[in-house]
């Protein structure tokens, strides 16, 4: 086995290694099908070229492994401020912030409707100071932060450059993303706030101002994730996910923004399942759709706007209560599931998340599961390893064929937005998951320990870690010293040019990271987009 002869695009493994065997050879950085190295390039491709069936980077992880980006967050920013620290101290490459539900939502904590969820599950963020607080000596210009936040991505966005900005740090050195994946919340998810349509400015305004403004920062993480969670197969995944990309790139594109202006700072985020075959075909495939899809339906001719980047999250519906430790396993089959499907960042989750908030043991497992794969497997000392293997190369082409039958049959609904409004897709996900559940209650189906090789007698309890119930007093408290000290005059005036772009057609990121810089809180900025957008109802056409 050889390297093959690229001339316009070699593969250099220098920055890592030595990439041996065991027995002394050396790993070949890249093979093809039997040999037949000219047949094997004409139908896949070289890695870090169009079509990227084998990955975006040309040397994938004998250049960089994938980014070691561990979900976290709960109670109040000094708690999750020291996991994140703790995370970094052990090895982790990125950060992944998780909110509670009143920040996704648009809540202040001292708000009514917050009672009883505040730090629940994730960190509670009402204002700048809180941001603060949760990236304090954490350098921003250093590591690379991803959001998972929707509804009010355009203000957590807006807190963290009016951060960099305290900090002194220019905003072109500022690495992340913003999830700022709203469609997905009406199809899968529920954390929605205004109608589709305002919520689809916000997306775009999102992306105009990145464009100008953040140019190494993911505009949004166009998510699979959830979609699949809800109970959506792998085509599923795929199709709905890619029907929301289209409605975002086109409403872009309806706002006067260049395709090649914008497309690279688009990144994508899929579940990892156990089926790991199929899942290692299934990101393939989307990375083939994905540049057939900028390439044929937007015109899009750079490499950066054509290759898909993507998060991969291994699956917490997966996880089992019923002998918890199993899902150390598990967790490890869909880690390498995304690993050779050659994602670009991972959280693998910890192995009691069925039962609480993940416990620190527990997170470290989670994230040496990653540093195992990577270090000690040997599967990133090749590029794409599995390519040209039979089986991988048939589910790829079918799953890609069937992921454009099924945009086909969303395009003549009138697109994904429409589909949304008709529920289309929300059915379609109902109808997965009862077939799903249905299986694994008739035996169809095993799940270890569930409905199969279960437990006979008490199993090893488990220690769990929950919320402190204090958290939602402590924000309260913090809250009311902020509005005590703040200049009440100048939050209104901050308020009333938020009011005033909300209702016109200027980007609003100008006017809410000036909001947050003056103190304005979270739940106010969304109070006000509230009063000029209104709330969403479900069956409602906004």
Request: charged fraction near 25%; charge should be negative; aromatic fraction near 8%.
């Amino acid at each position: 086995m050889s390297d093959p002869v690229h001339p316009t695009h070699p593969i250099s493994p220098i920055e890592r290694g030595p990439f041996k065997t065991t027995y002394g050879e050396p790993m070949p950085a890249f093979e093809t099908a039997g040999g037949d190295h000219d047949a094997a390039v004409g139908r896949l491709g070289y890695p870090g070229e169009p079509p990227y069936t084998r990955g975006v980077q040309p040397t994938m992880y004998r250049g960089r492994l994938w980014t070691m980006r561990q979900y976290a967050g709960f109670g109040t920013a000094e708690e999750s401020n020291a996991r994140y620290r703790y995370l970094l101290a052990e090895g982790q490459t990125g950060l992944s912030v998780a909110f509670d539900l009143p920040t996704q939502m648009g809540f202040d904590a001292d708000d009514p409707r917050a009672q009883g969820e505040v730090g629940k599950v994730g960190v509670s963020i009402c204002s700048l100071d809180d941001l603060a607080l949760l990236m304090r000596d954490i350098p921003l210009d250093q590591v690379t932060t991803s959001m998972t936040i929707n509804a009010t991505a355009p203000i957590l966005l807006a807190m963290y450059v009016a951060l960099a900005r305290r900090q002194g740090v220019a905003l072109d050195r500022l690495g992340g993303t913003t999830q700022n994946d709203i469609l997905k919340e009406y199809i899968a998810r529920g954390t929605y706030i205004y109608p589709p349509r305002p919520s689809l400015r916000l997306v775009t305004d999102v992306f105009a101002f990145c464009a100008e403004q953040l140019p190494r920062w993911n505009t949004i993480s166009i998510s699979g994730y959830h979609i699949r969670e809800a109970g959506a197969d792998a085509v599923q995944e795929l199709a709905f996910t890619f029907a929301n990309a289209i409605a975002y790139v086109q409403a872009a594109l309806d706002r006067g923004l260049a395709v090649e202006r914008f497309a690279r700072q688009l990144s994508f985020f899929f579940a990892a399942n156990a089926t790991l075959l199929e899942e290692v075909s299934k990101f393939r495939a989307a990375r083939r759709i994905w540049e057939r899809i900028m390439r044929e339906r937007f015109g899009a001719t750079d490499p950066a706007s054509l290759a898909l980047r993507f998060h991969t999250q291994t699956m917490g519906s997966t996880l089992t209560a019923q002998q918890p430790r199993n899902n150390i396993v598990r967790t490890a089959i869909e880690a390498l599931a995304a690993v050779l499907g050659g994602t670009q960042s991972l959280h693998t989750n910890a192995y009691d998340e069925a039962l609480a908030l993940p416990s620190e043991e527990s997170a470290r497992i989670a994230l040496r599961t990653q540093q195992l794969i990577a270090e000690e497997s040997g599967v990133a000392d090749t590029i794409d390893p599995l390519g040209g293997a039979y089986l991988i190369e048939g589910l790829t082409a079918d799953i890609e064929a069937r992921v454009f039958a099924e945009l086909a049959r969303i395009d003549e609904l009138g697109g994904a937005l429409a589909g949304i409004e008709r529920g289309y897709q929300q059915q379609a996900i109902e109808e997965s998951a009862y077939r799903y559940q249905r299986e694994v209650e008739t035996g169809v189906r095993i799940v270890v320990g569930v409905n199969a090789f279960e437990t006979q007698g008490d199993e090893v309890k488990i220690p769990t870690q929950r919320a402190d119930d204090s958290v939602g007093a402590r924000q309260r408290e913090r809250l009311a010293a902020l509005r005590g000290r703040r200049d009440a005059a100048s939050c209104e005036r901050l308020r009333e040019a938020v009011r005033g772009a909300a209702q016109g057609s200027l980007n609003l990121m100008p006017s809410i990271i000036a909001a947050v810089e003056g103190d304005v809180t979270l739940g106010e900025i969304c109070a006000d987009l509230r009063a000029s957008f209104g709330d969403y109802i479900p069956g409602d056409r906004g």
